[in-house]
């Protein structure tokens, strides 16, 4: 934050949130929200700390933009979206994403939510339980890790991770619809990361990308780590090979994606990170090739 104006912007909004340490106390006896197990204190995290913060915080943003003049997306006419300003500070975010149904039959299956609930991974209407509700307090319902409900709450997380954490605690108090929440996400996608890769592409062409990037981190010496750690994936047979085949079916896709509206928006939030990926894919590739030439070095365009 101290870069986002040179450091009298960043000491403004340092004063108001006072640190961003989210594993270690936050306020008083809290964490940041999402560093909290229980459903209860993420809630009570937010209502009792995160949201007076929050405006203090969108206070001290909106007055450094202002001055810049730099616009803030609407959502809606409901809220701003900060991911223009989070795209301005000086980290180098990178992410790599899963085909969304490929990632859910494999949490499926690594989770071992057959064994400890019973459930089937074609079950669609457990998966999608309680879609939409909300609990006596009006806070969104995640579901539960293991049973009911556990691809809502899978498909939530990973929204989550790419949307933010204030932008996730609003989303749990019902502060931002899901609509907002995807629309979070897709800002951040396009702005907010120097490289998306998807994990269905090469290892090999991440790290290029990363490499590509910024010149001095070179990626290429973590290849070996898979081998050093042993193998991360599930089997590949049996009830395994039924339930992945199962969730590249199309109509079994469609009838998820209605049943679970997160399912949905993790679909689309996937198909912005492919066309995320291959734009910036061909932006390195051409900004590489240019400076080489320039240098009188590689191959020359013209």
């Known amino acids: ?16 949130w006072p640190t961003m340490d989210g594993k270690q106390a936050w ?4 964490k ?5 197990t229980s459903e209860k204190k993420r809630v009570q ?11 203090g915080i969108d206070k001290a943003a909106l007055s450094i933009l202002s001055q810049q003049r730099v616009p803030l997306r609407t959502s809606r006419d409901r809220g701003k979206a900060y991911a223009a300003l989070y ?23 690594w989770h071992n939510i057959a064994a400890k609930s019973g459930l089937k991974c074609d079950d669609i209407e457990s998966a999608s339980f309680g879609a939409g509700t909300t609990d006596s307090k009006g806070s969104v319902v995640l579901g539960s890790k293991t049973g009911p409900g556990w691809a809502r709450r899978q498909s939530l997380k990973y929204l989550y991770g790419i949307c933010g954490s204030d932008c996730a605690s ?9 609509e907002e929440l995807v629309k979070q996400a897709e800002y951040n996608l396009r702005y907010s990361f120097a490289v998306v890769g998807l994990l269905e592409e090469s290892d090999e062409q991440f790290f290029k990308m990363i490499h590509s990037r910024v010149d001095y981190i070179d990626t290429t010496i973590n290849l070996n780590k898979v081998d050093e750690e042993g193998d991360h994936s599930t089997a590949s047979r049996g009830e395994s090979k039924r339930c992945k085949d199962k969730y590249q079916n ?6 998820f994606m209605a049943a679970a509206p997160e399912v949905a928006a993790l679909v689309r939030l996937y198909k912005v990170a492919v066309e995320v990926n291959q734009f910036q894919a061909l932006e390195l590739d051409q900004c590489n090739d240019s400076f080489l030439a320039s240098h009188g070095v590689g191959k020359q365009h013209g």
Request: proline letters at 4%; one cysteine or more.
């Open 250 to 255: 199309e109509d079994f896709q469609a009838q």
């Open 27 to 30: 306020c008083g006896r809290f």
């Open 45 to 55: 995290s937010y209502v009792e700390c995160g949201k007076n913060m929050q405006v």
């Open 32 to 36: 940041r929200p999402l560093y909290h």
């Open 87 to 109: 795209a301005s500070l000086p980290v180098l975010r990178v992410t790599m994403l899963r085909d969304p149904f490929s990632w859910l039959a494999s949490k499926f299956l």
């Open 1 to 16: 934050a101290e870069s986002a104006n040179g450091t009298k912007d960043g000491a403004l909004i340092s004063r108001t």
């Open 170 to 178: 609003r989303h749990l108090k019902r502060e931002a619809d899901l």
